[in-house]
């Protein structure tokens, strides 16, 4: 079945550098758009970021185009999101997901504070 495996969270200061990765099984990932998710406490989910099948075109929501990076390595089926010149309003869970498959990983917390 679908798995998504969302790693790579942590605490950072503002200011500093994150990577994180998901790995996905169950599906042939090279086939499907990826994209990142957030949500913050008391938050609605919020769209991050995403990458076409061949990690040929991305988007980026406008509060972290500049500073974060999506991209993908269909050989080891993981998305990856590198994250730069966090700000604490970036602290959130990040989940990462493959439409039309419904499924929800547990997602990775990430925490900029100083």
């Known amino acids: 079945q679908v798995q998504l495996v969302e790693s790579g969270g942590g605490l950072v200061q503002p200011g500093g550098s994150l990577r994180l990765s998901c790995a996905a099984s169950g599906f042939t990932f090279s086939n499907y758009y990826m994209y990142w998710y957030r949500q913050a406490p008391g938050k609605e989910r919020e769209l991050v970021a995403a990458?076409?099948?061949?990690?040929?075109?991305?988007d980026y929501a406008h509060s972290v185009k500049g500073r974060f990076t999506i991209f993908r390595d269909n050989a080891k089926s993981t998305v990856y999101l590198q994250m730069n010149s966090l700000k604490s309003e970036d602290t959130a869970v990040y989940l990462c997901?493959?439409?039309?498959?419904?499924?929800w990983g547990q997602g990775t917390q990430v925490t900029v504070s100083s």
């Open positions: 997901n493959a439409p039309p498959f419904d499924y």
């Open positions: 990458i076409t099948a061949t990690g040929g075109s991305t």
